[in-house]
């Protein structure tokens, strides 16, 4: 059992399947309370229900004071794990990229608005944010997910390095193909890059646990991001070359 979560409130938004789902079943088999959020009031409810948790449906950019309230007035631990997986390019839509923005990086800037007041009042509270191996890398076919993504990251790390001295904790889950209903919509894309390294939801619940253990600010389920995100940081135009390589096989397969 891990210590730090034991008895805590708990929200995970995206919670009604996937990597939300997981994250919930971890959090209350360690012995938290938790809330499960999610669009589909249906789903929230089956998993909340599954877990002994309090199902909160609704957009997760607005639950927090209904969440803390099911809690009896804390939230502990904030899991903003809600995504969209929005593909297309530069031409996609106004409206696909502005949903993405909200949905990725917005929804993040407003569970901690109405988060941080309380926690640093107390000097303590935990925000993990479900990224993306995309928000540190990218991911062809999808330039408004991984812009977002690469947006929901900077905004953790600007948590991490503003408070972390006064008490909170944040972690960045940045996987790569994670078996989810996510990942069979990316087509072609996902086939390529994604499927054959995909892992399963528990996984990464399992990643997060290790990384709190070891009071980690990235959290990485597939190890091998690592060496790529040190090849894209220290060679961009091999890194890049190489991305467009497999740019170009995926223009093959389409």
């Not at 971890?26 to 089956?46: I, P, S, T, W, Y």
């Not at 996984?203 to 995100?229: C, M, N, Q, S, T």
Request: overall charge negative; hydrophobic content about 45%.
């Amino acid at each position: 059992m891990v210590e730090a979560v034991q008895g805590a409130g708990v929200v995970v938004t995206g919670a009604g399947g996937g990597i939300g789902a997981a994250l919930a079943r971890r959090f209350a088999a360690e012995g938290a309370r938790v809330v499960v959020n999610d669009l589909d009031a249906d789903r929230a409810k089956a998993v909340a229900g599954e877990i002994g948790g309090i199902a909160v449906p609704g957009d997760a950019s607005a639950i927090v004071t209904e969440a803390r309230d099911a809690l009896g007035g804390t939230v502990d631990v904030y899991c903003a794990n809600a995504g969209l997986a929005s593909g297309g390019s530069e031409a996609a839509g106004e409206q696909v990229w502005a949903r993405a923005w909200d949905v990725n990086v917005m929804a993040h800037v407003r569970a901690a608005q109405a988060l941080l007041p309380a926690w640093l009042e107390r000097g303590s509270g935990r925000f993990v944010s479900t990224v993306s191996a995309a928000g540190l890398l990218t991911m062809i076919g999808a330039a408004p997910y991984s812009v977002t993504k690469h947006g929901a990251y900077a905004f953790a790390e600007w948590l991490s390095l503003t408070y972390r001295h006064r008490g909170i904790k944040v972690h960045a889950i940045c996987p790569q193909g994670v078996r989810t209903d996510m990942l069979a919509a990316t087509g072609s894309a996902g086939d390529l890059v994604l499927q054959p390294t995909a892992i399963e939801p528990e996984d990464v619940a399992d990643a997060l646990f290790k990384g709190i253990e070891e009071d980690r600010f990235l959290i990485l389920p597939h190890p091998e991001v690592a060496g790529y995100y040190q090849a894209r940081a220290t060679d961009p135009d091999r890194w890049l070359t190489n991305m467009n390589h497999i740019q170009q096989k995926w223009e093959e397969v389409q």
